[in-house]
Structure formats: C-alpha cells, structure tokens
C-alpha cells in the first residue's frame, strides 16, 4: 500500500500541468476510430492511455490557482469516498462504454452526442463541485477539444461519405435477403 501512496504523491502534482488537461480528451478520437474498425486490443490501449496521461507531463512551474482547486476537490473527493464519489467514477465507465458502443455500431452521430454531452456534464461537474473560477478554467480546454474532436469527426465522415446515423432499414433489408 505504501508503494501506492507514493506512486499518488509522485503523480498527483504532474495532474496540474495544463498540458495533460488539454491532451487528455482528444484521446476520445483513437478510441473511437479503433472501436469503429472494432479493433478491441488497441482500443483498449487507448483507454489505458488516457487514463494514465495525467502523469506523463513534468510538475508544472506554476500552478494556475483555478486548477490547484479542481484538484483539491478531487483529491478530497478520494480521500473521503462517499455515494458522490461512487456516482463521479461511475460516470466514466458509463461515458466510455456509450462512446465505444456508438462508434462499435458504426453511429457517428450518437457517438459525437455521447462526446459532447459527457463533456458538458464534466464541466458542469466541476462548476458544481468548485465554483466559477473552476468551471471558467475548463471551458477553454472542453471548447478547443469539442471543437477539435467534432471538426475531424464530422470532416472524416463527409470525406468517406459515411451518414452520421446509419439507416437501420438499410442494415435489416440486408439481413433479411
């Protein structure tokens, strides 16, 4: 347990550098492309990616103070479990199971819905569990990812010329004849 603990103490403060924040949602492209060609393993990687960008970046020189406390409510958070806490973490397997379901099923349209709106629920999270200051600090970096993430998106699927919702009739004609 004691290696866990240090291994926290080591990683946490590398989770303030803006960096980690601004990279961390665009990981939703390579999960989603690799759930759309349904290729599990790296897919999988991707998830585990993601999840462990929070260390990767050195401990930033300066700390923006907006940032400190996002952090500090989330490390309470986990120093004090409660049903919030149950509720917060449960929202990511929920929000990462209905990203890789949409694009496995080859629905761009509701796997964008799925980004978008799991985006604005971490944000209104945040300006639930800090204040203004907080929720002003993520808009910025949710904006420039939604607006990344939604232009690819939508950009590749014109390209291709794929529906951003499938036509299910289409697919049980199909399976019909």
Not at 1 to 26: D, G
Not at 43 to 72: G, N, R, T
């Amino acid at each position: 347990m004691e290696l866990v603990t240090e291994f926290f103490e080591w990683a946490w403060p590398r989770h303030l550098n803006p960096i980690s924040w601004y990279i961390r949602p665009l990981f939703f492209i390579p999960i989603a492309l690799f759930a759309w060609r349904r290729q599990g393993w790296w897919m999988s990687l991707s998830i585990v990616a993601m999840l462990s960008s929070f260390f990767w970046f050195p401990e930033p020189a300066e700390v923006d103070p907006a940032a400190q406390a996002i952090l500090d409510m989330e490390a309470e958070l986990f120093a004090q479990p409660s049903w919030q806490t149950v509720i917060s973490l449960g929202t990511i397997p929920i929000f990462l199971g209905g990203l890789v379901w949409a694009f496995w099923r080859h629905s761009i349209g509701i796997g964008l819905w799925v980004v978008n709106v799991g985006v604005a629920y971490k944000a209104a999270w945040v300006w639930v569990n800090t204040d203004f200051a907080g929720f002003m600090h993520v808009v910025p970096i949710y904006a420039i990812a939604l607006l990344v993430i939604n232009a690819l998106t939508i950009g590749f699927a014109k390209w291709r010329k794929i529906p951003l919702y499938p036509d299910r009739n289409v697919e049980k004609q199909a399976a019909e004849a």
